[in-house]
């Protein structure tokens, strides 16, 4: 396993907000750490494909299922959601404070990061590209319900939609509600239901019916 870049947390809060520049700055710095021989880019690929594929978000999936079976983590996981992911084994170390953000049948959570693109890297992998832009960021705060509606998400009117905003020192993600009709799975088949979107509060998990093939 090689070490993993880090976390966009490292940086200060802001210090990626123009993506563009930023982009120019790391293709630019690659290409010549690449042409001394400092950084071998297959490498780097494959870090970044880990993150994508096999970090996450099968991490955030892998906590989200065990808070759903298991009533005890899931009490752990509210209270301090880092402690509870790092002993639980295989993922992290968790290094920043993270925090789980429990959906009920009357509230909604939705995580943004208004300043920039923090992310619980450590759960989710990679952030979706939507995640950085300046109009989810945005929309978020303005219009959350028209956002998830845009998301194909519309939620009833008596459900209060919570916005929280990440910062470079707490990592949020969100515990969605077990779905309908999993009494008696296994963990590993419930962690099949939680998609990314769902732990970011832009989407619902997975129904078994729309799980099944
Ligand atoms: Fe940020």
């Not at 619980?120 to 319900?145: E, F, H, M, N, T």
């Amino acid at each position: 396993m090689p070490e993993p870049p880090p976390s966009d947390g490292a940086a200060s809060h802001g210090a990626h907000s123009e993506l563009s520049a930023i982009e120019l700055r790391v293709r630019a710095l690659e290409t010549v750490l690449a042409e001394k021989g400092y950084i071998e880019p297959q490498a780097i690929d494959r870090i970044i494909e880990a993150f994508e594929t096999r970090i996450g978000p099968r991490n955030g999936a892998r906590v989200v299922a065990k808070a759903w079976a298991d009533p005890q983590f899931k009490r752990r996981l509210l209270e301090n959601a880092g402690a509870a992911v790092n002993a639980l084994g295989g993922i992290g170390p968790v290094g920043v404070h993270l925090l789980a953000l429990e959906n009920t049948p009357k509230r909604h959570n939705l995580v943004v990061c208004t300043l920039c693109s923090c992310y619980p890297w450590d759960l989710l992998g990679l952030p979706p590209v939507w995640y950085k832009s300046a109009p989810y960021r945005s929309r978020a705060v303005i219009d959350p319900r028209g956002l998830l509606a845009d998301f194909g998400l519309s939620l009833a009117p008596d459900v209060e939609i919570r916005v929280s905003d990440s910062t470079a020192e707490t990592r949020l993600f969100v515990l969605p509600m077990r779905p309908q009709g999993t009494e008696g799975w296994s963990e590993e088949a419930l962690a099949r239901l939680v998609t990314r979107d769902s732990m970011i509060g832009a989407g619902l998990p997975l129904s078994p019916q729309e799980a099944s093939p």
